[in-house]
């Protein structure tokens, strides 16, 4: 599924290379157990569709008292959650509760990038924002853990991954570098040095491979043993 900055969002089939197009939001996410979508529209607005078939909406919330087109979302791995961010503000939503938002996470001074729950300790999550830090939180707390700093521009993007069995984090920021962090020492072990841009990483969930991808259209491909 992808969604881009018009609001289109289009449903692939990789088996048979067909899509489908709907008009709904820029952000979206599988909520593959339940055979849902959820979809952010600049509004601040979320919408929950069944994909079974057609697209059949479940409920539709204002989820923020903003209208923001640089909004995030991630999906919790196993519990009934939805996180999304807009401004400074992250919030915590849970289906099983109609959707109620059960806490709010206020530190960041500007623009949430990206969300992602950290899937070896699905009680935490991390944060990247336009105040170039990235913030790691606990689902239980009100304040963050802790906070990574060292990016000289916006941290656009995160991935958790696990190196030698131990947790780090890859993120990537508008200086042209993508960081590694060891979140046991809670500080960046090393910088992976780019031209431009970098806009998405992402860590392989099962092999040693970290994917960067920067505004000039370049794809690297990182050893995540080595980090060449």
Same mark, same amino acid.
């Not at 938002?101 to 990038?113: G, L, M």
């Not at 941290?155 to 042209?176: A, E, K, M, N």
């Given at each position: 599924?992808?969604?881009?900055?018009?609001?289109?969002?289009?449903?692939?089939?990789?088996?048979?290379?067909?899509?489908?197009?709907?008009?709904?939001?820029?952000?979206?996410?599988?909520?593959?157990?339940?055979?849902?979508?959820?979809?952010?529209?600049?509004?601040? =607005?979320?919408?929950?569709?069944?994909?079974?078939?057609?697209?059949?909406?479940?409920?539709?919330?204002?989820?923020?008292?903003?209208?923001?087109?640089?909004?995030?979302?991630?999906?919790?791995?196993?519990?009934?959650?939805?996180?999304?961010?807009?401004?400074?503000?992250?919030?915590?939503?849970?289906?099983?509760?109609?959707?109620?938002?059960?806490?709010?996470?206020?530190?960041?001074?500007?623009?949430?990038?990206?969300?992602?729950?950290?899937?070896?300790?699905?009680?935490?999550?991390?944060?990247?924002?336009?105040?170039?830090? =990235?913030?790691?939180?606990?689902?239980?707390?009100?304040?963050?853990?802790?906070?990574?700093?060292?990016?000289?521009?916006?941290?656009?993007?995160?991935?958790?991954?696990?190196?030698?069995?131990?947790?780090?984090?890859?993120?990537?920021?508008?200086?042209?570098?993508?960081?590694?962090?060891?979140?046991?020492?809670?500080?960046?072990?090393?910088?992976?040095?780019?031209?431009?841009? =970098?806009?998405?990483?992402?860590?392989?969930?099962?092999?040693?491979?970290?994917?960067?991808?920067?505004?000039?259209?370049?794809?690297?491909?990182?050893?995540?043993?080595?980090?060449?």
């Amino acid at each position: 599924m992808t969604g881009d900055t018009r609001g289109c969002v289009k449903i692939w089939n990789y088996d048979t290379e067909s899509q489908a197009s709907y008009g709904i939001a820029s952000k979206v996410k599988f909520i593959a157990r339940k055979r849902w979508l959820v979809a952010v529209s600049d509004d601040c =607005v979320v919408h929950i569709y069944k994909y079974e078939k057609e697209l059949e909406k479940v409920t539709t919330f204002k989820a923020h008292d903003c209208d923001n087109p640089r909004i995030s979302l991630d999906v919790h791995p196993t519990q009934p959650y939805v996180l999304s961010g807009c401004f400074g503000q992250i919030k915590l939503w849970d289906w099983n509760q109609d959707w109620n938002c059960i806490q709010t996470f206020e530190e960041h001074s500007d623009d949430i990038r990206e969300l992602k729950f950290n899937l070896e300790d699905t009680n935490s999550f991390a944060s990247a924002s336009y105040d170039d830090t =990235v913030k790691v939180w606990s689902l239980d707390s009100l304040k963050s853990k802790y906070t990574l700093s060292g990016h000289l521009g916006t941290v656009y993007c995160l991935d958790f991954f696990t190196r030698d069995g131990q947790q780090y984090l890859i993120s990537g920021s508008f200086d042209g570098t993508a960081k590694i962090w060891d979140l046991h020492k809670k500080e960046c072990v090393h910088t992976l040095e780019h031209e431009c841009h =970098v806009y998405p990483v992402f860590a392989h969930p099962s092999l040693p491979v970290l994917i960067t991808a920067t505004s000039n259209g370049a794809v690297r491909v990182w050893s995540s043993t080595n980090f060449r």
